[in-house]
């Protein structure tokens, strides 16, 4: 499968969040701004400055936006301990992954002292996993399970950086993202 038949959203203005949700679905109408922003002020009605994106309204949207984005279509974001093996996951149970990841904040060529946070998408595609970060100027193939296990287990050795699983709710209620052997009612952890 080639990077022009996998579907991919490019930056615009503060808007990650939305890009790593069409993106992880593969499809430009699974969300919108207007449908965020709604979450925005469903989470926060009372405030006059929303906590749960940028102050000029242009995104940065924070998790609990994402989390109850996934929540309109019957799924989870479920955080990852970064101290366990991504090898535990059982990726056959799972839409993808999103990537919480420090971003500096430019205008222009111009870098400010501000730090943001930024959302990638990531997913196994056709039997290829491919990162689909709306900074990129176009999907960009990690591998096969073993280089995208690799791929986050780099990833998260920043200490800035989280993970979320993506997944329906019922596997999420029985830990079916956790290969069997991980699962809470097994001795082990991974």
């Known amino acids: 499968m080639g990077a022009s038949t996998v579907y991919h959203e490019k930056q615009i203005k503060e808007l990650c969040a939305l890009h790593a949700l069409n993106n992880l679905f593969q499809n430009r109408e699974s969300y919108n701004k207007f449908q965020l922003d709604e979450i925005c002020r469903n989470l926060a ?4 400055i929303n906590p749960h994106r940028s102050i000029l309204g242009l995104g940065n949207y924070d998790i609990n ?3 109850t984005a996934l929540h309109m279509k019957g799924c989870e974001a479920v955080w990852f301990d970064k101290r366990r093996n991504p090898s535990c996951i059982d990726t056959s ?5 999103i990537l919480n990841v420090p971003s500096n904040y430019k205008i ?3 870098r400010l002292p501000l730090q943001r946070r930024h959302w990638i998408a990531l997913k196994k595609i056709e039997g290829e996993y491919w990162n689909l970060d709306s900074k990129l100027d176009a999907p960009l193939v990690i591998g096969d399970e073993a280089q ?3 791929y986050l287990r780099t990833q998260l050795q920043s200490n800035d950086k989280q993970l979320f699983v993506v997944c329906t709710k ?4 029985n830990k079916g993202w956790l290969l069997p052997e ?3 009612d097994f001795f082990y952890d991974c």
Not at 93 to 97: D, L, M, P, T
């Open 65 to 67: 936006v994402i989390i």
């Open 93 to 97: 149970k799972i839409i993808g992954f």
């Open 45 to 48: 009605p009372n405030d006059y």
């Open 182 to 184: 991980y699962r809470p």
């Open 170 to 173: 019922e596997v999420e209620k």
């Open 148 to 150: 995208a296990m690799d």
């Open 108 to 110: 222009g060529i111009v």
